[in-house]
């Protein structure tokens, strides 16, 4: 069975620029959830989604958004990026919710 | 609300010997709680879970931790590590009641050095 995978791996943007990553879970799951993984501020919950819906939310600016399809893909939007977005950011998928999930390698997003 | 304090963030051990990572939380509503382990540029790996029942919880990896509600604690140990057991481990903790509670919240990490 094939895990979670996200795309692109790697990306480098500039300030005001805008960025969307993408996330596909495990077969048959249909939660997805995102986090935001920085050394200054460490793991941070940033929104699930069930069934095309946004089930759950932290404490994030508008600025950030996401959405799921009907397959389950995930993805998430940040627009006017600032420096401090830069972090690695972590998809996760589970069959009914956040209580036994599998996270995917992570998208490391760069902001100059 | 919950918050999760990792109380160690580095701890360095020699290889065979045993180790303990310290979590407390804070949490006004029952908590399910989750130890994670990451491996340089990689994403999470869920090492054991705690939801209900027995307060010793047995995961991958020989890894066990005790959930001690008095003390508001969920520690995590192995009695023997291996350098392959170098990485930086997760506590977290959610509510267990559903709603905008059920949501994770994690520590700051413990990188767990392993040396020959």
């Known amino acids: 069975k094939a895990g979670v995978t996200q795309t692109p791996r790697y990306l480098i943007k500039t300030r005001g620029q805008q960025v969307t990553l993408s996330c596909s879970p495990i077969?048959?799951?249909?939660?997805v959830s995102w986090y935001q993984q920085t050394p200054g501020q460490g793991l941070q919950f940033l929104f699930e989604?069930?069934?095309?819906?946004?089930?759950n939310k932290g404490n994030f600016p508008g600025r950030f958004s996401g959405r799921q399809f009907s397959n389950s893909r995930s993805e998430m939007n940040v627009s006017t990026l600032e420096l401090g977005d830069s972090a690695l950011y972590l998809c996760?998928?589970?069959?009914?919710?956040?209580?036994?999930?599998?996270f995917g390698p992570g998208t490391r997003l760069t902001v100059l | 609300a919950q918050s999760v304090t990792q109380l160690d963030s580095q701890v360095p051990v020699f290889e065979e010997a045993p180790v303990e990572l310290r979590c407390n939380y804070s949490?006004?509503?029952?908590?399910?709680l989750f130890w994670y382990v990451q491996y340089p540029n990689q994403g999470l790996q869920l090492l054991l879970k705690?939801?209900?029942?027995?307060?010793l919880v047995k995961g991958i990896n020989g890894f066990e931790a005790e959930f001690n509600k008095s003390q508001t604690s969920f520690h995590l140990r192995k009695p023997s590590v291996h350098i392959s057991d170098t990485a930086e481990y997760f506590c977290?903790?959610?509510?267990?009641?559903?709603?905008?509670?059920?949501?994770?919240?994690f520590g700051k990490g413990t990188l767990l050095t392993v040396n020959p």
């Open positions: 977290a903790v959610s509510g267990a009641g559903g709603g905008s509670n059920y949501k994770l919240t």
């Open positions: 989604y069930f069934s095309e819906t946004q089930r």
């Open positions: 949490s006004s509503v029952s908590v399910y």
């Open positions: 705690y939801l209900s029942g027995s307060t």
């Open positions: 077969s048959g799951h249909r939660s």
């Open positions: 996760a998928s589970g069959r009914t919710g956040m209580v036994e999930q599998f």
